[in-house]
């Protein structure tokens, strides 16, 4: 689908890493604009298999590595001279940052008058809190989210909402012709308007919050080996099948005392291929075990629009730099002289 676009990925962890990683599975070239000698910081984040982060590699898989050193003159023009040639361009820094460095969006559009700049921060570049500085967990703090419980979530929503609302924009941005243009994605924002039942609550003031787990029919339930199953009979069909097959009435209490008298497997057998809107809740490898997700050792999962799994590594820091500043017309004896001066590695 993008095989012919070409992406400039400066940022860090995981938001603009995320939204790369789907340009990347579409088919585009991304090239990781990395910090020499330290990279994507998420490089460091466990877990670790052969040496190696398996979060890093499951986000950067397929992509290119240079390592410039932007704050020296000949890193900013080896930058300049990727951007004249690309057609996205992709930053996480707080606002601000770039436009110290020279690449603001005005500064890149100097370079390449047809470039798609995609900014990801905290609040945008016009809150009066985007200088805030913040992770994922901030993040969903500022939303909301976690009001609703004392428990971290497993899953980095606010980062990975503000990746898709990233990826979203530029698409959006590359199938409408429009070019030249910025991108400027809030991630607390990005995360907040995926909260629409708690918005609808907090909009209509209502005291009686009937949030989703407080009905019988929309719950979790323990089993007799102590774990659990998920029932969502929103439908008045799907009830009346479940309360038939169980035999009980429809109240918490009953559906807790039935469930808690089997095996999660064994109501698996009994409830999967019924009409009643039952799941076990399974553990990671549990789902991989299914089938119906794809993943292996090595960080290669199935893409969601692809149909099987496609192998790849992601790069080490700098793994690319030889072979992109060549095409960028750099010869040998001039690469060997920017990383002697620790423009590049």
């Known amino acids: ?40 910081y998420m490089r460091l984040a466990p877990p670790f298999v052969k040496g190696s982060s398996l979060f890093h590699r499951i986000i950067n898989k397929n992509k290119k590595s240079i390592a410039i050193n932007l704050k020296k003159d000949k890193g900013k023009e080896i930058l300049g001279r990727l951007i004249s040639d690309s057609d996205i361009f992709i930053e996480g820094f707080r606002p601000g940052v770039m436009r110290k460095l020279g690449f603001s969006f005005e500064d890149v559009k100097l370079i ?23 992770h994922d967990l901030t993040f969903e703090a500022f939303s909301g989210l976690l009001s609703f419980s004392n428990t971290i979530p497993a899953v980095q929503l606010a980062d990975i909402s503000a990746g898709f609302y990233a990826a979203v924009g ?23 308007s995926t909260m629409i039942l708690p918005l609808a609550l907090a909009l209509a003031d209502t005291k009686d919050e009937m949030l989703l787990g407080s009905d019988w029919f929309y719950s ?32 918490r209490d009953a559906l807790a005392k039935i469930f808690a008298s089997a095996k999660r497997d064994e ?15 399974l553990s990671v490898d549990e789902a991989i075990k299914m089938g119906y997700v794809k993943a292996d050792s090595m960080g290669n999962m199935q893409f969601p629009l692809k149909q ?37 590695e």
């Open 1 to 40: 689908m993008l095989e012919r676009v070409k992406v400039i990925d400066t940022s860090r962890l995981l938001p603009g890493g995320f939204c790369s990683m789907i340009l990347q599975e579409l088919g585009a070239e991304v090239i990781k604009v990395e910090e020499p000698g330290v990279g994507d």
């Open 267 to 281: 109501w698996m057998k009994r409830l999967m291929s019924k009409e009643v809107c039952f799941a076990p809740v």
């Open 170 to 192: 530029i698409l959006a941005s590359l199938a409408g012709g429009k070019r030249g243009v910025h991108i400027d994605v809030p991630i607390v924002q990005s995360l907040f």
């Open 308 to 344: 099987t799994i496609e192998k790849g590594s992601a790069p080490s820091i700098g793994e690319n730099t030889d072979e992109i500043l060549a095409s960028l017309g750099y010869n040998r004896s001039e690469i060997n002289e920017l990383k002697q001066n620790g423009v590049v």
């Open 112 to 134: 390449n008058d047809r470039i798609v700049y995609c900014s990801i921060s905290g609040f945008g570049h016009k809150s009066k809190l985007s200088r805030i500085p913040g």
């Open 220 to 251: 979790l339930y323990r089993t007799s080996d102590q774990k659990l199953i998920a029932i969502a009979t929103i439908e008045d069909k799907f009830r009346k099948n479940l309360l038939r097959l169980l035999g009980v009435e429809g109240s």
